[in-house]
């Protein structure tokens, strides 16, 4: 079976800093992979995803995420982190292009002035 | 377009009750899933509608059931509460074309709490 595993369920920047958030993969076949993103009391609402198209894959709000098959990792990174990036990140799967998504844990995003 | 939309947003209930959600996906949009969000089990996926036909299932009991209507909004039902039931539950929409991988758009969630 599919999973995803987050490293990390809370991590602590700076402003302006970059942000790194990690995610890794189990798929026995080539997956659909996203992140998304949860403001207190919201849905998710999508940053990227990586369809194999390219392996580097950009995103909403400068954010961006390369998809390595060889560490089975597609890790969630932003140059410069601002106040309002402070959020719950989730990294999701999605076998077989299916609509059922397996997510992880999710990764709290604190940032600090 | 209006976005997806569920109601209630907010719900209180007791064990043994039964509760009813609804969502609304985006227009023209045919596929409608749902997912449980809990502190401890996270986000988890309970089944998927499209043209008014469960097309996927997670692995949930039997409590948990849904339908959806020929305009594609959709109706979950849980019955007889367990306090474990507790949870923000999400819908997502999207177009509906599988092995395509299309963007899943949510809605706000209704939050669940059973006393």
């Known amino acids: 079976a599919q999973s995803v595993t987050q490293l990390g369920s809370h991590v602590s920047v700076s402003e302006g800093a970059l942000v790194l958030l990690r995610c890794n993969y189990s798929s026995s076949v080539p997956p659909y992979l996203f992140w998304y993103v949860q403001y207190p009391n919201q849905g998710l609402q999508l940053l990227l995803k990586y369809t194999s198209a390219a392996t580097l894959v950009k995103g909403i709000n400068g954010f961006e995420a390369e998809f390595k098959k060889s560490e089975t990792s597609f890790h969630l990174t932003k140059p410069s982190a601002h106040m309002s990036d402070a959020a719950e990140y989730f990294c999701a799967v999605s076998p077989s292009g299916g609509t059922a998504l397996i997510f992880g844990k999710g990764t709290t995003l604190s940032v600090s002035s | ?115």
């Open chain 2, 1 to 115: 377009k209006a976005g997806v939309t569920q109601t209630p947003r907010y719900l209180i209930k007791t064990r043994g009750q039964q509760v009813t959600l609804s969502c609304s996906p985006i227009s023209g949009h045919r596929s409608v899933s749902w997912y449980q969000q809990t502190p401890g089990q996270g986000l988890q996926f309970l089944f998927e509608y499209f043209s008014e036909t469960q097309r996927n299932k997670g692995n949930f009991p039997g409590r948990f059931s849904g339908r959806q209507f020929s305009n594609s909004r959709s109706e979950m039902n849980v019955s007889t509460l367990e306090l474990g039931d507790s949870a923000l539950y999400l819908c997502a929409s999207s177009l509906g074309a599988q092995g395509n991988q299309e963007t899943q758009y949510f809605g706000p969630g209704t939050r669940l709490l059973v006393l």
